[in-house]
């Protein structure tokens, strides 16, 4: 199994990117987007459950960010919109079987990790 995360960069505040995450190996019921800002410890940003379900953390994800997921392709997306200086962090993208969770410790599955930073 493998989660394979592109996408990130350097962008200017304001701006908009789009994290990408190809999973291979066998296929999930939940998967989402966490972040490690430096000196933080990692957050959770949001998840979806099959392709229309999903939960977002709404200090820093709600109204901004919206996850997607293509099932067929087992591809993970997260679309971020008005970025911040504050959003600059390593995104991982995470899968799990069973419910649908904010929690690491319910994720079997990493990325290896993609970098956004957000200049102002």
């Known amino acids: 199994v493998q989660l394979q995360a592109s996408g990130g960069g350097l962008v200017q505040a304001g701006d908009s990117l789009t994290l990408s995450c190809a999973a291979s190996?066998?296929?999930?019921?939940?998967m989402g987007w966490f972040r490690q800002a430096p000196g933080k410890e990692r957050e959770f940003v949001a998840a979806i459950r099959g392709s229309d379900g999903t939960w977002y953390n709404p200090d820093s994800a709600k109204g901004r960010f919206t996850i997607a997921r293509d099932v067929a392709k087992n591809m993970l997306f997260l679309q971020m919109n008005s970025l911040k200086p504050e959003d600059t962090a390593v995104y991982y993208c995470?899968?799990?079987?069973?419910?649908?969770?904010?929690?690491?410790?319910?994720?079997?599955?990493w990325g290896q990790g993609t970098l956004v930073t957000v200049s102002s």
């Open positions: 995470a899968a799990g079987s069973g419910d649908i969770s904010n929690q690491e410790r319910f994720y079997d599955y």
């Open positions: 190996g066998r296929t999930f019921s939940f």
